[in-house]
Structures are given as structure tokens and as C-alpha cells.
DNA sequence: TGGGTAGCTTACTTCAAAGTGGGTACCCTC
DNA sequence: GAGGGTACCCACTTTGAAGTAAGCTACCCA
């Protein structure tokens, strides 16, 4: 095992707890949202149109928000170009990419085991 | 960059969109108290009232709930003694610990660099 | 002038994660 | 009998992430 909660304390204090940068972040990068963004950029960097068709089921108002967050976070880079129609490019920033490098892991172990780990039901409540 | 969101649908179909398998552990394992409760457990086997004074904050109902969670997830194990005071010691599986192998690098990274990413702001909404 | 586009914003509503306050069973000590 | 302990449960309430519906901007084209 890598680290433990114990060593994770005593280096970066306190962690995790309502409020504090760590959930504040972790919550960001895990929302409902947050994740599919984030994966979605992994593959390059994307217009909005592009993201919105890529993350499936998202609203306008859910993507403009999440993006805002990620942005403001100093994941995700917007370049916006002077044309008409608004053409605006979203990415990963040095930052991001550093973020997924130790988020990608966990997600893909996640989906080789969510089968194992939730019963059936809930695959066919999405149904 | 290990995989991309494209080649994870490849192999796992459709991912963390809501209800999905996927979506749901990782909602047990993000979760407020989730995180932390897994956490508690990297560092050894625990008792009950051991978890409650290590994740501080957490009412007996949400640790209560949170443990069937993970429990029925089989992330973690539950062996009752039957002694009075009644001891109920609680483990990660062999399922838990290979999850937290892919979990500890993301959060000890997001506990490194938080910090840099949100503003100070969410500390002093801490305190 | 009315049509279109992409990319957003806002006011209000919904609902599930989390919280609160009360409770239980059993044994021990005083 | 009354107080303490551990390890939970339950009914009800709160609240914030997410959703809905409507709207907006800036520009071009016929």
C-alpha cells in the first residue's frame, strides 16, 4: 500500500472534511458531471457543441456550470476565437492532465469492477 | 496518458452516467463519509467506536450507513464478536484494498495540490 | 426584418444525501 | 434500580447539487 490516512494527515493536515480544498476539489473532479468532462477532455481538446454531443444527457446550463468550475479550478483551459458562430475550445491544462494521470487509474479499475461491486438492479434502473 | 474516456466505453460500455454501476461506487466511494471511512481502514483493521473518533465529525447513523454501504459493496468486511460490550471489528476486503490501491495516488495528489486549486476561501468556510 | 448559429445565463423547482433526535438490546458496576 | 458502556436502528427534517424552462448575446444571411 502506498500511503495511509495517517501519513496522508500528517503531511497535508487535515483532509477531506466538509469544506476544506480537498473535498471541495474531490467533489468538484467526482460530480455527476465533473467526471464525464473531465474524461471527455482526456481524449483532446474539444468545442462546446462537441462536449455537450460527447456527455450525453447534460443540459446547457450543467455544462456551462461544470466547465465554470473546472476553469476556475485551473483544470481546463477556454480559448475563445473571434468567429461567428462563437467558436469556443476547451482542454486539459498541464494541471488537469497531472490530475488525470492519477484519476484515470481508478476510474478504469472502477469500470472492470462496478459490475462486481453493485448488484444488477442498479444497471437496470439506467435502463 | 493511460486510457481516454473513448477506449473505456470500448471495453466497458456506457460509463458513470446516473444509476449506472459505475456512477453508483463511485458515489459510495466519493461520498462525504465514504472517502474517509475508507481512508480509516488503509490504516489496519478497526473497531466501531475506533472509526468514529478517527473520522471525526460523522454521526453514528451516517457511519452506521455508510459501513452497511460499503459492506454490501464487499469493500469491507464486518466480523461481530459475540462479547458484551458487543465488539464489531471492521476490514477492507481483498476487493477494498485492491480499490484503494487505485484510489490512495489520486487522493494523496488531490491532498498535494488542493491547496493550488481552490482558493484559501474554502479554508476559512472550514474553520 | 426575420431566420439561423454557438455559447451561454437566470429564476425557480426537485429530490436524494446527510443530519437530528429519539430509540433499542444486553451486560457491567455502583 | 440507575447509571454507564458498545453498536446500532428509525422517523422525520434539512439542504445543496442538479434539473427545468425560459431567456439572452453577437453576429451573419436571404
Redesign the interface.
Known sequence: ??????E?RR??G?????????????DH??S?WG??VL??L??GTQRWGELRR?V??ISEKMLASTLRTLEA???VSRTSYPEVPPRVEYALTD?G??????????????????????PVE??A??S
Open positions: 500500500m502506498t500511503v495511509s490516512l495517517a496522508i503531511s497535508s487535515e483532509v477531506f472534511t466538509e469544506g476544506c480544498p480537498t473535498r471541495v476539489v474531490l473532479i467526482m455527476k467526471v464525464l474524461l471527455a482526456t481524449d460527447e450525453q444527457g479550478d485551473g483544470l494541471l492532465r497531472e490530475l488525470m494521470q492519477h484519476m484515470l487509474p481508478l476510474v478504469q479499475w472502477v469500470a472492470v469492477h462496478a459490475g462486481d461491486i453493485v442498479a444497471d434502473a439506467a
